[in-house]
């Protein structure tokens, strides 16, 4: 039989801890996916904090009066948004990636709604989407995500987040050019090919004007736009690493922010 019993001061240092940890899992990949029932990461959040109370430094809180650990619970949630917010983000670089593909190739007006980030989407930027959050199972990567809120208890303690604006927005610009670079270079394949094909066609409606290059080369944009992304497809575990590569890249910069 389990018994747990907590005093007052052991009770605040718990929930601190539960709030960083909900905090993360509202935003974090994955976890955040609503077809996560709500119960489960509930029962995540509260399991992690019992597990994580008795492995992680308890520094003595310092605060006055209610008002005074409410300002302390609220540095926790932003603490834990942050660094889910960093894991997050990293996802858009398949979908930028994608929404070009599907501009090249003329498929950016076919969108589907993606209920995860509440958003249209382009066909293949949702299909690389949901092939990042396969790679992710598949790579036990949602541990590692959950690893590091919980050793963000050794760089950042409870209650001594010192948020360093300075440094978190050159995160945020280390990640848009990581987001144009990588993105450039998932979208290199369709981009060369699609670029050699609009030359040919260019030279073909010069010998040959009385063909509609402008109808034959909206078919032959998809249909050659198709076959790349199936040749290519092998390559989809190196852009898996190197999306992967900058979720540890950002949740790392930005926990260096708060410290």
């Known amino acids: 039989m389990v018994n747990f019993s907590f005093n007052l001061v052991e009770f605040?240092?718990?929930f601190l801890i539960l709030v960083r940890i909900a905090s993360f899992i509202f935003v974090a990949p994955f976890f955040s996916q609503k077809g996560v029932p709500a119960q489960a990461k509930i029962g995540i959040a509260l399991f992690s904090a019992l597990v994580i109370y008795n492995a992680v430094p308890a520094p003595e809180l310092t605060y006055s009066g209610v008002v005074g650990y409410g300002v302390v619970v609220l540095k926790e949630g932003i603490t834990g948004l942050l660094i889910g917010f960093a894991a997050y983000i990293c996802n858009s670089i398949v979908v930028f990636a994608g929404s070009l593909i599907d501009m090249d190739i003329g498929l950016s007006m076919a969108q589907e709604f993606n209920p995860d980030m509440s958003m249209q989407m382009t066909s293949t930027g949702n299909l690389y989407y949901y092939l990042i959050f396969a790679m992710l199972l598949a790579t036990n990567m949602h541990h590692y995500i959950l690893k590091a809120i919980c050793d963000s208890f050794y760089v950042v303690p409870i209650g001594g987040a010192q948020f360093e604006w300075d440094s978190l927005v050159l995160?945020?610009?280390?990640?848009?050019?990581?987001?144009?670079?990588?993105?450039?270079r998932i979208f290199l394949p369709v981009f060369a090919v699609i670029m050699i094909m609009n030359c040919i066609l260019g030279v073909m409606a010069k010998v040959a004007p009385q063909m509609n290059m402008f109808s034959i080369g909206i078919q032959l944009k998809i249909l050659v736009g198709f076959t790349v992304l199936f040749l290519t497809a092998f390559l989809f575990p190196s852009v898996t690493d190197m999306v992967f590569d900058e979720i540890k890249k950002m949740v790392v910069l930005i926990i260096e922010g708060m410290y």
Do not use: R
């Not at 995160?171 to 450039?184: A, E, H, Q």
């Open 171 to 184: 995160s945020m610009t280390v990640y848009m050019t990581d987001l144009f670079v990588i993105g450039f």
């Open 12 to 14: 605040e240092y718990i």
